[in-house]
């Protein structure tokens, strides 16, 4: 299986943060946001549920910008064999 090596870039790891400690930010948002920043650092890549997760974000209308930006840093450092 192929690794891809991308890591989450500064602009999104600071966005990932902000969304953490937003306690309006809904579950979804600070999912999304932990997984991009533990793939900050490091060689950690999106696994298969969160990619779901991220791939139904991105195709729904009702998701916030913010919601879907941090899905597509996601999606851009999963498997790309998936």
């Known amino acids: ?16 943060a902000e ?5 309006h930010a809904s579950q979804i948002a600070k ?4 997984s991009a920043l533990a793939q900050s650092s490091g060689s950690k890549q999106t696994g298969a549920a ?8 991105l195709a729904s209308e009702h998701s916030a910008d913010l919601t879907k930006q941090l899905a597509a840093s996601v999606l851009a450092q999963s498997n790309k064999e998936r």
Request: proline content about 0%; aromatic content about 0%; hydrophobic content about 45%.
């Open 1 to 16: 299986m192929a690794k891809n090596t991308k890591q989450t870039s500064a602009q999104i790891a600071k966005l990932a």
């Open 19 to 23: 969304t953490l400690q937003d306690r």
């Open 31 to 34: 999912s999304l946001a932990a």
């Open 50 to 57: 969160m990619e779901d997760k991220a791939a139904r974000v």
